[in-house]
């Protein structure tokens, strides 16, 4: 029995209803400071560098801590981190709002680094803990599961600055972090009892981590994912400005980027149950070449000298959300699955370390996006519709590569010969054996009868499918059994 068929479909269904709540309240509390608090900090004295080292603070701990956390993780467990973690972040939520009550401009700014710093560490804790409960439990479906939770994050990433201008204007700076920040750690509290309690202090994650890193596969992978996030930061950050060469107000901005957002919604739910069933990597290539092509239409072609219109803002961001949800959704799936298919291992310390390195890899962007988009946009030269289509040649560079290596990967495999590895790990070379016939057996062989069996395990249960073996049986009718890796 594999460990995600351990939880019934009810238990299952109950996780997964709670996990939507929490990423919903993840978007939400993520988001919320945006309409009023770099308005705060002005009044405070801050200037906007200060402000954004404050907000960058936040990725910045989760790209340092994430990989840490993965370690730790089997030895200590995803309830006991998911409780820890998410009770640090409702705790610093609520200490933003006392920023308020700073007496000085120094002290308000310390303060904010150390409480969006601390803050997190929290988020990392509880995004690995999470992470790696929803691979255990979904490990036959990761990326509609991950499709599925991706509706509710956006939701709250679309309702967070809109709760948070609504509480502030009712009772001031404190209101709107005391309000999440409160409702965070109850929830926090309650889906404790709920998740189950997973751990594993047999595995080594350290080991896992540093066989991970060593796949260049991988990197190919984590760097689509930065790539994808570091532009999607670069979106938000600049889109309000390159607007009102349209003269489109605050409201109508604010709607026009719901449509990245609804977009990469609607299609992550498609991506991520066609994704387990046909294939992750051709959704991830798919999705970089979408991307280049939505950044070229948002930035209307520069190199082309075409007038910058509105609808080419509109096409481009839906493009962008588009291939946004056909990166992002099976990209920790696709890690997963080379794992397991490479022997690096398919247990709690690869399911941990994958997440860790996913997280770690998407906070990377969020660092990178605003300051490397920010400094392109700020060159008279250069402005908004070159540094976005910059970023696209950057998405179709990768595409490229990615493509390559797929193509000499299959090259590779379909010359590698075939191994089988018997129980004491003896490698044995047998590259003809698929092309020989039970009507002529290979040389020495011929006292020997080698069949197809329905693998069992030492109780009798059956082991995973993709995990097929062979039994051989000699004339004394001793068995072997010799399990196929690929």
Not at 57 to 78: D, H, N, R
């Amino acid at each position: 029995m594999t460990e995600s068929q351990k939880y019934s479909v009810k238990n299952r269904r109950i996780v997964m209803a709670i996990l939507c709540f929490i990423y919903l309240l993840w978007g939400i509390s993520y988001s919320l400071p945006v309409p009023f608090f770099p308005r705060e900090a002005i009044k405070r004295g801050l200037n906007l560098f200060e402000i954004g080292v404050v907000f960058a603070m936040y990725p910045f701990a989760v790209f340092i801590t994430s990989s840490i956390w993965a370690i730790l993780l089997p030895t200590i467990g995803t309830q006991f981190m998911f409780w820890a973690g998410i009770t640090i972040e409702g705790g610093c939520t609520i200490l933003l709002g006392a920023l308020t009550y700073m007496p000085s401009r120094a002290t308000f700014l310390t303060m904010a680094l150390l409480i969006r710093f601390v803050e997190g560490i929290g988020a990392s804790i509880q995004a690995v803990a999470i992470e790696s409960t929803i691979i255990i439990i979904y490990r036959d479906r990761i990326a509609s599961a991950k499709g599925f939770l991706e509706i509710f994050q956006g939701l709250g990433y679309a309702v967070g600055p809109l709760l948070g201008a609504c509480l502030y204007h009712i009772g001031g700076f404190f209101l709107p972090f005391a309000g999440i920040g409160g409702l965070t750690i109850v929830a926090g509290t309650f889906t404790t009892f709920i998740l189950p309690k997973i751990t594993d202090k047999h595995v080594t994650p350290w080991k896992s981590m540093i066989k991970l890193l060593k796949q260049f596969y991988l990197f190919l992978i984590c760097l689509a994912v930065f790539i994808q996030v570091s532009a999607q930061t670069f979106i938000e950050t600049n889109y309000s400005i390159r607007l009102t060469v349209f003269h489109v107000g605050v409201i109508k901005a604010a709607a026009i980027l719901l449509i990245s957002a609804g977009c990469y919604a609607a299609v992550g739910v498609v991506v991520g149950f066609t994704s387990d069933r046909f294939g992750y990597r051709k959704f991830i290539l798919s999705g970089l070449l979408v991307i280049a092509i939505g950044l070229q239409i948002l930035a209307s072609f520069p190199y082309f000298n075409i007038k910058a219109e509105l609808w080419h803002f509109l096409i481009g961001t839906g493009l962008y959300g588009i291939g946004a949800g056909a990166v992002m959704i099976p990209a920790s799936a696709e890690m997963v699955r080379f794992a397991s298919a490479n022997n690096i291992g398919d247990d709690l310390g690869v399911y941990s370390s994958v997440a860790g390195i996913f997280k770690a890899s998407q906070s990377l962007g969020m660092i990178c996006g605003p300051s490397i988009g920010s400094s392109l946009t700020s060159i008279s030269a250069v402005g908004f519709s070159w540094a976005s289509s910059i970023f696209g040649f950057v998405a179709i560079l990768h595409f490229l590569i990615y493509a390559m290596y797929i193509l000499y990967e299959k090259k590779c495999m379909a010359e590698k010969p075939m191994k089988l590895v018997d129980e004491y790990g003896m490698y044995e070379r047998l590259s003809d054996i698929m092309e020989t016939d039970e009507d002529d057996p290979l040389p020495g062989t011929e006292d020997l009868h080698i069949e197809k069996v329905k693998p069992e395990n030492t109780d009798g249960t059956n082991v995973q499918a993709d995990r097929p073996q062979l039994r051989r049986i000699d004339s004394s009718q001793e068995e072997l059994f010799i399990n196929a890796k690929t």
